[in-house]
Each structure stands twice: as C-alpha cells, then as structure tokens.
C-alpha cells in the first residue's frame, strides 16, 4: 500500500483516512475492496450518499447509455432533455403521488449550497433575517449554512468570524424525556422582550445525522409546524441525510404528514454518489429573480440521470420503504440486544432510529471509537456520530443483502464485546 | 420542444435558458445540439468549465474504464486509488515543472467551496478577519464566497444578512489608464487610521471572469505580491476561471512568475464537466485540524479519474499552451477588427483578454445583449460578463478546431452589424 | 403650558412626555413640580437615576462649592483632585469594607458606554466573542449593548444590522417556578454541539428593572457565578439600575455573596443626576492599552463631586441599607394587598421585588397603562416595565420619607380600583 | 502630589495623564491649573469640548440659577421648562436665521450617541444598510459608532467582533493634492459589481479633528452633496467637534452652503463641558417610533441650562464668528512660519485648519510628541492628532485672550525649535 504522496501532499483536514487508512480501490452494492483485496462491509455508505449501494447497475447503465449518445455533461441552467426527465420524474413518481406542489431550484451540486439557497430564500420572502436551528443540528459548513450548524468544532474555525442571523432551540428530547423543548420556543417566540429575533424560518432534521441519530417524534414535529403557521415562520426541513428513503418514506417528514414550506435535498439524490441538491419550495415563495443565485455546476447532467434512473427504479412502487421498514426493524432489535449487553456491564446505552437510520448510544466517545476501530480491523467500516462522537452509527445502504446485513451487525456485535473488555482494562 | 414542465417545475431563478431558450440533447467538441437537431458552436463553454470541450474522448474513456471496474465513485476523504493517481499527477505533471510547492486540499466539488476554505484558513493562520477583494471580482455565492464578490445582484439577494470580514480595492486599470490602483491600497494599509483593518489575505483574479475579461497587468500582479510580502499578507489567487489553461499557462499566475501562497482551483479542473475543486495552499500554512472543513462530495472519485486523465492528456507537454496562444491571438485580431468597425460606427469599443479568455467591450449592455441574441440565433453560443454586462466574452474550449474558431468568430462578427444597425434604429 | 416648539421641533422618539403630558419646572426630594404648580409624587425616580430623590441639599452643595472654585468641569481622563477624590471615596468608603477588588474605568457618561466596555475587556481578556445575556435583558440601545438586549421594539430598530456577538439564555423563573433554567445552560455549554459557542462571558442583572422587576433568587445567582467559575467564563453583574442601594445593599449581588469579575454602575452613581458611569473589573483582567476605549465626557469633573458626596453621605453606615429594607418591605406589603384584591376580582396579579426595586405584575399591559395614566391623574408619577408594560413599578427615591411613600402608595391603591372598574366595562 | 490611588485602582486604559502627568485642580478661560499652583494655557480645550474657555460666568450663572431654582436636573424624556427653552433657543437663534427647517432629537449625552442615532435612522429611513465614512474620520467608539472610525487602536479593540455595516471613501485630499477622491466614490456608486453596497448615507466631518485636521474644501464638500441627491443617499455631517464655532460658522458646513438631511452635535453644545448632543434631521426623515431610541442621560437638564446659555451668550450676533476668524488666522500665519522654519532645516511640514481647529503637520509622530512634551513642560497644553499622530493641533477656546493665545504660540514654537535640536542629536 503506497501512500507516501498523500502524507507529502493532502492538507491535515483529511479525517476518515484516519480511521480507515487503506486505499480504496472498488466498490459494489454494499461492499467496498481495498487495494490488498480485503473486502469491507459498508455501514457508512458516504455518509448516507450512498442509499442504494455502490454502483448500483441500473443506475450505472442510465449514465454509460448517456456519455454514449454524447449527452450533456454540464450544462449550467440550461435546458436539457435530462433537466427535463429529471424534472418529470420527480413530479410524476415523487411529488404528485404524495399530494406535494414544489417549484425546484438546483442550486448545485452541494446541500451546503441548497441550505444557503433555502434559508436565503426564507429571507427574502418574509423580510425576516433570524433563521432558528437546533442542537445538535448540521446543515453544512460553508458561511451561511455553517450559521445554522450547531458543531463548535466547524463553528470556531471560521477564522475569527462570529456566525450571525441564526438562533438555536432545543431539539425534540434534547431536556430529557417528558420535556417541552417547543414549549420553551413558543414562549420565547411570544414574549417581545426573550431576545429571539422573530424568525424567517425554523430550519430542522426530522432525525439529526450527525447530531446522533436523534429522532423527533411525530408529535413535536405536528407541533413544530402548527407554531411555524401560528407565527408566520417557514417550515425548512433539511432532507439531506434523512430523506430519499432513508426512514422508510422518500421525504422523512412523510412519517408526521407535514407539509413543510421548503425542503432541501442531497446526498443519495443522485443516487450513485454523483454531486447533486435541491430546493424544493411552496411556488408562492420562489421570489428568486433571474440569476440572483448561482453556481458553475448547477447543472451537471450525471447526476439528473443518475437520479432519475435512482426515481424510476426504487420508487415506483413502496417496496423499497417496506425492505427499510423490515431492516431497520432488524438492525433495531440487534441493537437493542446489544445495550441491553451493555446495560448488563454497567454501561449505560441506548439504540434510536427511523427506518435504517440507526445508533447505538454507548455513552461515551473514546469507547464508540474503539468499537468503529475494531469493526473495522474485523472488516466492517462504519462511523459514530453525536456532539462527543458517542453514537455508533448504521447508515448502511437500503439495498444491502439481509446477509451483508447480518454479517454486518455480527462484526458490531464481536467488536462492542472486544471492546468492552479492552475499555474496561483501560 | 417540450417545456411545460420547465414552465411548472422550475424556479425563477433560471437564467441561460432566458438567453438560450431550447432542450439541448447532446454535445461533442465545441458543438451543442439542440433537439431539433440544431448545432451551436460553444463560446460558453459552461462558464470556462470546459476547457478541453464536451465529452472529450480520452476523458471519457478513463471515466468508463473507472466505471467499468467499479471504481469508488463517492469515497468521502478516504483514501482511493483515484485520488492517489490524481495527487502524483498533479505533482510530477503540473507543481514540480513549476517548482511550486503546494498541499493539497479537496474541500467539495464547488468553486465556491475552495474559497471560503481558503480564505477561512489565511484567517486561522493570521489571526486577522478582514480579506482584500476587489472591485468587480466574483468568487462565489455562499455567504462567506459572497462576501468577496462585488456584484449587487447577488449581495443584495442575502435577505438582509450584510456581508462582513471583506474591503474591496480598485482592480487594476479600475479608475483608468495609468491610475495607480496599488498606491491607493498601499496609501490605506501604510495609514493606522484610513479604515482598512490589517488583511489576512488579498484574493484576486489575474484576469476577471464574470467581471468583464478585465486583465492584470505582470507588472501590477507583481506589485501586489511585493506589497503582499511587505505587510504580511497572504497572497491568494483564485483561479478558478482563469486557471486551467484558460490564459495560456496551467496556472494564470505564471504568466507573472508569482507564487500565491493560496490557490483555488474548480471548473475545469475535471476536465469533462463534472464538479471538482482543489485548493493549493504553502505547506506551512496548512493549520487545519483533521475534519474542521468538510463536505460530502470532497471525494468525488469520477471528477479525480477524468482530472487525473485531463492532466495526462494536455499537460505532459506544452503543446496546449502554444495552442492556446496562437488561437488566442487569432481571437484577439478578430475582435480588435470588430472594435475597429464599431469604432468607425461612433460606438467606443475594445478588445481585451490573455490567452482565450477575452472580450470585446461595446460599452453598452444592451447592445452586447442583442448580439449574443442574434449570434444565437445564428448558431453561436456566447455570453456577456461586466458590470452592466458590457462585455461579449469569448470562453471557447481551448481545444476548438480552427474551422469552428473561425466559424464563430464570423458569427460574431454577422451579429454585431446586425445589431448595431438595430441599434441604431432603437 | 406651551408646548408648541415641542410639537414642531421634537422627534417622534419623545416617550415620556406622552405618558406625563406636563411641563415640569421643578423638583425636590421625591417630588416634581409643573408649570402649573402640581405637584408629583415621583416613583419612577429618572428610572432609578434618583436614589436619593432631587436635588439632594448635601449633594448639591458639594456641585456648588466645586463650581465656586472653578473645578474642572471636563477633564477628559486627565487627573484631577475630582477624580482622586472620587476614587479614594470608592476605595475606602465602598470596595474595601467589602473586600473587594477592583479596578475602576470611568468610560463615558453612559451605562451603555460600561455595558459596551465591559464586554469588550472581557472579549479581550479571553478571546472568545460570545456573550450570554438573558431573556428580558436590558443593557442599554449602542450597537454593541443592543445586542445583550432583549427587547424587539429596541432590536428591530438598528435599521436591518442584525446583532451579533450574543446568546440568550432563560433568566431565572423564566420557564414558571421550579424550572431548572440554569441547567438548561449548563447542558448547552457542555454539548460542543449545541450551537452555544463558548461565552467570553455571561452579563446579568441581579433584578430586571425594565424587564419587569424580575428577581434573580440567591441560589441562582450562585449557581450562575459556580456555572462560570467552571467553564472559565467571565461574569459581569450589570448593576446599572439595580446598583447603588436600590435592593437594600450598594451592590445589589451583595445579597448572593457572588463576586462579579466585572461590574457595571451608571444611573445613580453620580447621586443627583449627573450623567456618569464606571465599570470596575479584577485587576488582571485589565487588559486595556491606553487609550482604546475613549469618549469625550469620560471626566466629567461635576459627576465626580456629587458622587463622591452621595458615597460620603449615604454609604459611611449602614442607615440607608436599613431604611430601604423598611420602606421596600412597606411597599411589598401595600402591592401584595393590591394583588389580592385584584386576585378577588378575577385578575391574576402578584407582587415581586427586592428592597425598593418592586413591581405590581397585573398580568396585562393595557390595565398596567390605564393604572399608571390614573395614578398621573392623581399626582403620581409612575411607570411600567416588562415585555408586555404588564408590571407597575416602584422606583421611588430610597430617602422618600415615609408620608410621601405612603400618599404614593394610597394612590397606586385608588388608581387600581378605579382602574379595574373600567377596564371590567370596557 | 498624591497619585498613589491612580497607580492602584485606574484602569491601564487612561491616556491623557500619561501625557500631562499632574494632578489639575481647577480652571479658568484658557488656563488650567495644578495642584502645585502652576499654570498651563489650555489649546487643548477638552478636545473641542470647551469652546467658550472653563467655567465662563455667563453659563456658570445661568446654571447656578438653575440649580438654586431646585430645576429639572434628570428628565428622561419628559417636558421640561429647561427643555422648551433649549428648543426656542435654538429654533430662533441658529436654525431659523441659517434657513434650516430640522427636527431635533436628544439622545444621550455623548457624540457617540449622537452617531448611533444619525446612522440607524438613515437606514431605517432608506431601508438600506450601508453606511460610507472616510479614511481618518472619527465618529465614537460605541460598537455602532466604531465602525464609522477608521483608527485601528480602536478598530482591533472589539474583542473579536469585525465591524459591519460601513465602507470606507478617501477623504478629500488623501490621494494628493489635485486628486478626484469623490470621482472614486463615484465610480464605485455607479459600477453595480465594485463591491460597494448602495449606501443608506454618508457621514463626513467637514474638519477632520482626530484624523489630523484634514479639511475637506468647499467644492468637494459641494461635489459630495450633489453626488448623495443623485443617489440618493443621506448626507450626515457628524459637526460634533468641528460644530458649535470652532470652524468661524456655527455649523461648519456652511462655509460650503450645504444642507445636510441629518447633523449630529455635543463636545461644545452645551458650552460649560457637560455632556449633551442632539441630531438635527431633516422633519421627513424622523422614522422614529416612540421610544425605539433610548437612554437614562438623554433629559440632562443642568446641558440643557448652559447650552442655552452658550446660544444667547455667543450666538446672537456674529461678534464670536468674527473673533474666530480673526484668531484663526492669527494661528495660521504663526504655524505657517513654525513649518517654513522646519522646512528650513529640512524637516517637511505645513500648516492647514479652518477657523480655529488647526494644525501643524510635523510629519513624524516622534517629533510631533516630543514638542507637544516640550511645551507641556512650559506651560502648554496641546496634544497630536492624525493617524500616526504626526499633527500638533490647536483646540484653544474661541474666546481666549489674545495675550494667552500669543503666550501659546511662543511656547509652541519655542518647544518646536528645541525639540528638533534634540530629534536631530536622536
């Protein structure tokens, strides 16, 4: 394994390549091969980009059928026959059938870029500046995005510029079980001298990714829209992580049937990993004059057919939610036997999730890591996430095989026990 | 041509498809075909993103033979096989031969992503907030890429977030021939009262894109290095429309033998279209802690495959910059004969440019407006940049035939008499 | 009473010539007198500038020996037998029977030049940039204070600057009695994810006066000063309105046995009236380099003598601390009753405070309006705080003498009554 | 002389006594004195506060009148008779004889208040929210205000918090003389892409005071006001230390026959050295809601006493104008001989001022200090300004004895001739 040029030439930020410091070379369905022929379980799946696997081969084909007829790669905002397909496939398979009237930008290719087009958008519709976001959130690290991202780790490194116009609540459970965290907003929102600006938007995950797979129920979520109606602040639901499908609903708000007035996508939207976004928006608020916000690859053609093929192959009909459903039930029991385990040697721990969106709270950041570390030395890459880094995570692909998926979950189980017992020598 | 469900779907903010308002289907070199069947020769060229035209055959050969072995095709900041390739080529083709000594980092796949990560690192390796733009600069529409552009359209559409931690400077030639654009920054940075707080970084382009092919003298560069050096500024270039051979040179910079401590790269970097960026930084300054800058699409493994192949392709020797050159001169004649005409018409006009990044400034947006209509209308893709978008840009890809050169270039030259006739009339 | 030029030449922004319609001409002890030659019962008190009523005779006899002498009346921050005498009189007759110690700043006239220094020495001091301030915080309308402040009505006026550099966190009972607000804090500061970047320091008033006399308990204050201690955060008691005697001590975090790192006095620190304020800090916090915080009125030599005297009047024994322990109690007493009374008549109203810094809350901003417009009727000068004006507040002199506080408080009572009757028909 | 309670409890922030390090105990006309009984004529004036000299007897009666009519010392905001007799005063003796129709508010005692108010309502007003300042222009330091200043000491004192909301034009002449500094900010005005955000309003000194005495000439001052009507933007002359005659006008900004839409006042306003200011602002911009600017100082009636005093005294007719004049000239013609003097022996230096706010640029803030030293320890007080405090400045009281200011100047130039002789050993 040579990796001599990236310790000479790749900048100190890199980070997974720390915990996993093989070189990749291929990948399919939910396994990826390093460069020594190991083969890896993939519970990470570009950090949930990868919802339907690696080089899935219907979404492959849809691409190499298109460079073959010379179709266009990138193409900014112009018109093209795949901006058409993608468009119509997306009204026709996504939207229509779920009663949903969206204009959509594609902003380009990052939800950074769709978060800063969203809550930009928010701005300009209401005249409002104060965009509230919650603990725990993330919503990306470019400037305006970055506003809303709770993480200090991202925040204090913006060179000495303090993050303005955003406001943070407390997430759904973020007081403890029983307590009223839209309870507290609400007063403040009512009281004219709580210091809470009145917000332009509330921007929220229906389940937090890298907060720690945290889960807002269906309750808080009705609750959170019927303020948002009652105060006149838009309702934008981040659907970068938690949406395509990933809960066991294309849009994760779909659990709470909620209507929110902007949705932002990316991530697995394009299905085979290809860069893609987008803002969807109630029509009434597109208030975007021509041009007033672009980017050079806001219309790269790969990914609209990537993901019209990813639209038209899993979304048609609900058996792709039902595989979720089902396997994320499976991961949830698995998990569950193991806090249960953890439970019985004194260590508090916890599972939570929505669909295959998992983890498993062990309660402390050192001892998740040498979890990750040791499923991965067993052949299972999969990360933690959570303001201390104490919840393992399960993002694997939606389309991984119930035995990967097995597989999978048996290297977890080994390695919590390995670990256990090394973490309580230490 | 089917756009009803451009009419429904899409949000206001669409612009080229205002200019150019047809379904483009396919492209190959520096042609577009439409779905009638219609061919354009590109003067666009996505913006300056494809340098080496559409669907490049040896690009896409590498990206189907990578696709073919399941190469990774989203691989976060892990280590692959691609990005290795990419790294060693990008050292022993483009930084050694240059003597320039760079890390490397690859903070997403957007122009705007390799700015704001740029610049937020020359303020963590300063301590200083303030960034040094300048007038008629463009680098980016998220917030902290916006706040070192010029253009009102854009700053005005933040929804009453005012921009902070940036100063614009005149531009080279800004106030005039001869003016001394670098004496009035200087006058300010030597003056503890004059309102300017100490810069941590100056970002500049050599010659502005979408700010109206304004080009930077060798000698201005030069001094702006000195007064960089002098103060204890960093120096960065962004050269993410004017690098990648767009000017003549890889980077161009080297047409003033500087060296930036920071350089952005995207566009072209990728070669084929698809969406990529790097940023070059002096290895000292590279101050990040692992994952304080992230993104989903840092690890788009596609973009590195046809990057590391465009690299191959065009940079082993230096027949593209000669290339480059001659048709740049061939550019630049027409154009000056066309403001010779225009001239002769009582309208100012003149040509500008380095390399095939050049204009032709009629003054009048207006005008330029009619004539990329009418150019259109007449099979020639081309745009207008500048402040009033004065300026009929030239961004062929630097490969075009001859014939097609020659071909667009009367094509501007039928519109522009057509227009002016009208213009008159008007 | 003419009032035209007032109609012609004042700006809109006048406030309490709408509440107290009349031309005052006089004022003496805690009463004022009109044009006319009513006279006032004044418990509003210059909004607790007036702790020792008007025009003090041994106050104003130090001004008028100082003037007779030709003192300095403006020194800028030169030193004078003023300000030698004021420091030596805080020093000996305040700090030190205290056991504290403090280096003193004389910032300019204003509390908002204190809350705009104090802050910055503690950005300085630490170089983090947060501040946490509190629900239904008042710390003065200067950019930099406006932006601890709470208040809407203050917030939206900056003219679309949204304010940054603060948090805000729920003031003690701000979430109903027995809600944790402090842990609530203190879960936001341990979670590097929460969105609160780490405070340079917390800013509190002990009792919001415009707030609406809300009274931090000892137990939270304490709480609060332990919650600092622990994270390394400053805390600055913002003692403005409730300093100076107003609860029964001169300092009013006295009660608590805390100990400020920093501390703020304006209002009635100069005893008669006099614009002046100081900030005090531990002396290694004094980071300051000459001269980076001025203001032309920083030596204002006439503030200093009168405040020299009110400390050698009032603060040599405890006789005064007493004396507003005795009236205060009175007071709660009389409000108490009238809540009850208002209680017994369907409306929901209750009594708070500390020494004489006390409101009647009647739940309602309209009844609280019609009160005090009665109680004026009356010949009673009297305001109301709160995000809402919903609590009637008493600032009275601390020396009114008791028949005068009684004849208020008689009037308060029949303003009520009368009040509420039509208030019930309306 | 007793300065140990400095050394301990004075905050490292004092400027002035490190300059002049004696104990001032009281002061007369243009005199001060020590507590050693020496006496020091006084061009330093409270920085432009005391135009009328210390303590004169005409504002001193008119406020020991007032205070033994037991007067309105603390009004807040409400009607007093001290307040009405300010507005006729001034209504009838500046504004009405000079043709300028203005609203007045009262918001504070500081000039930096004045600042805040001015520029806030010019954005409320506009609904923009840029503000455009000058190189060396001073306007407070309050967080709002200090983003107006150019000086870095102040500027980088924030803690962290970069300054928004303002641009920063060349001053008139700071490019050289015969330089077109407004054609610049023309330039930038009309060039959609220069970066410079349409501004809500200009805020200009007409003299420079702390910048080092710059003076803008009629024809730019001129030149600026045509360019703020054809944009639109507000014009804010901040005349708080040029204002209230130090310039021969009352408002400096009639030499150049302008109307400002908004004046900001205080230093000399109210004549005795007690901190007042007012805005003046054109009827139609006064946007104000009631109470949405506040502040505890803004009823200062003891101000409000002696600045209408300082109106009938001085301003009734033109004798002061005529004296400043005179004077003026008096101090141009001596510092224009100190500066031939110096070129004389090589050191370049010239003289500039309008009125009696003058200077004598030495070119070296070293010298500048040394002679300022120098004439300290022979009896005069004069201090340097500029942005490397290379101008010894005069400030005298208008109405200073003509054997004082002669006695001034001789120390002056006495101190220049022996300070050089010691620069030049140096």
New interface residues.
């Given amino acids: 394994m040579?990796?001599a040029?990236?310790d000479?030439?790749?900048?100190?930020?890199?980070?997974?390549?720390?915990s996993?410091?093989?070189?990749?070379?291929?990948?399919?369905e939910a396994r990826?091969t390093d460069?020594q022929g190991h083969e890896y379980i993939d519970f990470?799946a570009?950090?949930g980009?990868?919802n339907y696997g690696?080089?899935h081969p219907a979404l492959?084909q849809a691409?190499?059928e298109y460079?073959a007829?010379?179709?266009?790669?990138?193409?900014?905002?112009?018109?093209?026959?795949a901006?058409?397909d993608y468009?119509?496939t997306?009204?026709y398979t996504i939207l229509k059938p779920r009663n949903l009237e969206y204009?959509?930008?594609l902003?380009?290719?990052?939800?950074?870029?769709a978060v800063?087009a969203a809550?930009?958008?928010?701005?300009?519709a209401t005249?409002?500046?104060?965009i509230v976001?919650?603990?725990?959130?993330?919503h990306?690290?470019?400037?305006?995005?970055l506003?809303c991202?709770?993480?200090?780790?991202?925040?204090?490194?913006?060179?000495?510029?303090?993050?303005?116009?955003?406001?943070?609540m407390?997430f759904d459970g973020?007081?403890g079980d029983g307590s009223d965290t839209l309870g507290?907003f609400a007063?403040?929102l009512s009281?004219?001298?709580?210091?809470?600006?009145?917000p332009?938007a509330v921007i929220v995950e229906t389940v937090q990714g890298?907060?720690g797979i945290n889960v807002a129920s269906v309750a808080w979520l009705q609750q959170l829209e019927r303020l948002c109606r009652q105060h006149g602040i838009l309702l934008i639901v981040d659907d970068?992580q938690a949406g395509c499908g990933r809960t066991g609903k294309f849009f994760s708000f779909e659990h709470a049937a909620i209507t929110p007035d902007i949705v932002t996508n990316?991530?697995s939207l394009s299905g085979?990993?290809?860069?893609f976004s987008q803002?969807l928006?109630r029509p009434e608020l597109?208030?975007?004059?021509?041009?007033?916000?672009?980017?050079?690859?806001r219309g790269?053609g790969?990914a609209m057919v990537t993901a019209t093929a990813a639209l038209r192959t899993f979304w048609r009909d609900n058996t792709l939610e039902q595989e979720v459903q089902r396997k994320g039930e499976r991961v949830a029991e698995h998990m569950q036997r193991m806090a249960a385990w953890l439970n019985g040697q004194g260590i508090a721990a916890s599972e939570r999730g929505r669909g295959l969106m998992r983890g498993l709270d062990v309660g402390d950041g050192a001892l998740a890591g040498r979890i990750t570390s040791e499923a991965f030395r067993q052949g299972l890459v999969i990360e933690t996430s959570?303001?201390?880094g104490q919840v393992v995570k399960c993002l694997c692909p939606l389309t991984i095989s119930d035995d990967d998926l097995l597989a999978g979950l048996e290297i977890l189980e080994v390695s919590i026990k390995k670990s256990v017992a090394l973490h309580s020598v230490a």
Avoid: C
């Fill in positions: 040579q990796t040029i990236f000479k030439m790749e900048s100190e930020v890199r980070t997974y390549s720390r996993f410091p093989v070189v990749f070379t291929a990948a399919r990826l460069e990470l570009g950090a980009t990868l690696h080089n492959k691409l190499l460079l007829g010379d179709g266009i790669v990138h193409g900014l905002d112009m018109w093209t026959r901006k058409r468009l119509e997306l009204e204009k959509v930008h902003p380009g290719p990052t939800g950074a870029n800063e809550i930009r958008l928010a701005r300009l005249g409002r500046h104060n976001s919650f603990t725990n959130g993330f990306g690290v470019t400037m305006g995005a506003a991202t709770g993480n200090r780790k991202f925040r204090e490194a913006t060179g000495g510029i303090p993050l303005q116009g955003t406001s943070f407390p973020y007081l507290y007063k403040l009281d004219a001298s709580s210091g809470l600006d009145l332009a890298e907060g970068i990316s991530k085979l990993g290809l860069p803002v928006m597109d208030q975007w004059k021509p041009g007033q916000y672009n980017g050079t690859f790269f790969l959570g303001h201390a």
